[in-house]
Nanobody, 115 residues
């Protein structure tokens, strides 16, 4: 069973940057999918970025060109670099990992972008 722990959230001014980290308790090379999702108050949880097993990365249209997802297999950690943040990026950001048909979620980290 994998455990995922996010960090790096906080209060950021509009136009600023933040970097989220997600540390896994297992080797991330064994996870078929790793991704970042976010959930704003009163809204559903939406995909932000996912790395597929083949290494390709998919981004939500709303963050393309501003957010970059990366991974460090040696540290079993994935990152989300967020630039040019907007107030509408305010949400709880969750890390997700899939393995052997199971889906694991982190506890989430709050990102608040002030205008």
């Amino acid at each position: 069973q994998a455990q995922l722990v996010e960090s790096g959230g906080g209060l950021v001014q509009s136009g600023g940057s933040a970097k989220l980290s997600c540390a896994a308790s297992v080797s991330i090379s064994t996870l078929s999918v790793m991704g970042w999702y976010r959930q704003a108050p009163g809204k559903q949880r939406d995909m932000v970025a996912v790395i597929l097993s083949g290494g390709s990365i998919n981004y939500a249209n709303s963050v393309k060109g501003r957010f970059t997802m990366s991974r460090d297999n040696a540290k079993n950690t994935v990152y989300l670099q967020m630039n040019s943040l907007k107030p509408e990026d305010t949400a709880v950001y969750y890390c997700r990992g899939d393995s052997m048909g199971n889906t694991y979620w982190g506890q989430g980290t709050q990102v608040t972008v002030s205008s």
